[in-house]
C-alpha cells in the first residue's frame, strides 16, 4: 500500500477513480534524483551530448531541484537555483555548497549583478509562463558562448482557448506549432537551435513536453 502514485499523489484505497489523464507511477520506481524532472534533464544532456562537467549553471524554475541534482551529477561546479515560489528546493540541495539558493526571485528581475560568476548553461523549467517571456532575461544573465535547455510546455504556449479538457494539449499540430513557434523566436534573439526532443516522461497531468537546446554566441 502507498506505492501508487498518480500526478505525484499517494493514492492507497482499492477503486479509486483516476483521469485518463493522469501520471502515474510506482513509488519504487528508482529516480536518482530529489525530484523526477532530473529524469527529463538527464535525457536532454544525453541525447544533446552536452558536457556540464566543471561548469556553472542557472537553473530557471527550480521548484524541488530536479534539474539542478541532475546538473551536479552531471559535473556541474556551481548552480544557481532560482524560483518565484520559497521553501520548495530539497534540502539536500540547500545544505550543498555547490547551489546558490535564489528563491523568492523572478528571473526577469534578476541581473547579472547579483551573480558571483556569469554561467555559461542554462536549463528551464518554468510553468504558467511562456518561453518567450523567460528566455530574453535569462539570456542576459549568461556568458558566451552559452547553452540553453529549455523545456517546452505547449500547454503555457498555446494560450488559455487552446488548452484542451483537463489542461491538457492533445492535438498534435498545436504540439508543432508550438516547437515552431519557440524555435523560431529563439533565433529572433540571436540563438542557434541544435536539437529539438520529446521529454521522456510527461507532465503531471500528462502533457507531452519537448526539450530543446540552444547555442548563443553572441
Known amino acids: 500500500a502507498g506505492s501508487v502514485l498518480v500526478d505525484d499523489v499517494v493514492v492507497d484505497k482499492a477503486g479509486t477513480k483516476v483521469p485518463t489523464t493522469a501520471a502515474i507511477r510506482l513509488r519504487g520506481e528508482d ?3 530529489v525530484s523526477r524532472g532530473g529524469l527529463k534533464l538527464e535525457k536532454g544532456l544525453s541525447a544533446f551530448s552536452l558536457n556540464v562537467e566543471g561548469r556553472t549553471a542557472i537553473d530557471v524554475g527550480a521548484s524541488t531541484g530536479g534539474f539542478t541534482d541532475c546538473l551536479l551529477q552531471s559535473g556541474a561546479a556551481k548552480v544557481y537555483a532560482v524560483d518565484v515560489g520559497y521553501g520548495q528546493l530539497a534540502w539536500s540541495l540547500r545544505t550543498d555548497q555547490r547551489v546558490v539558493n535564489l528563491e523568492r526571485t523572478n528571473i526577469r528581475n534578476l541581473t547579472p549583478e547579483q551573480l558571483t560568476e556569469l554561467p555559461d548553461l542554462a536549463v528551464i523549467d518554468a510553468s504558467f509562463i511562456s518561453l518567450e517571456k523567460v528566455l530574453p532575461p535569462t539570456l542576459q544573465l549568461l556568458d558566451r558562448p552559452a547553452d540553453i535547455v529549455a523545456l517546452i510546455k505547449p ?8 488548452v484542451g479538457k483537463g489542461g491538457v494539449v492533445r492535438d498534435e499540430q498545436q504540439h508543432e ?6 524555435s523560431n523566436f529563439a533565433t529572433s534573439i540571436g540563438c542557434r537551435v541544435l536539437a529539438l526532443i520529446e521529454s521522456p516522461i510527461t507532465g503531471p497531468k500528462g502533457n ?3 526539450l530543446i537546446h540552444l547555442r548563443c554566441e553572441t
Open 31 to 33: 529516480i536518482p534524483y
Open 155 to 162: 500547454q503555457f504556449e498555446v494560450g488559455k482557448g487552446a
Open 177 to 182: 506549432d508550438v516547437k515552431q513557434k519557440i
Open 208 to 210: 507531452r513536453e519537448f
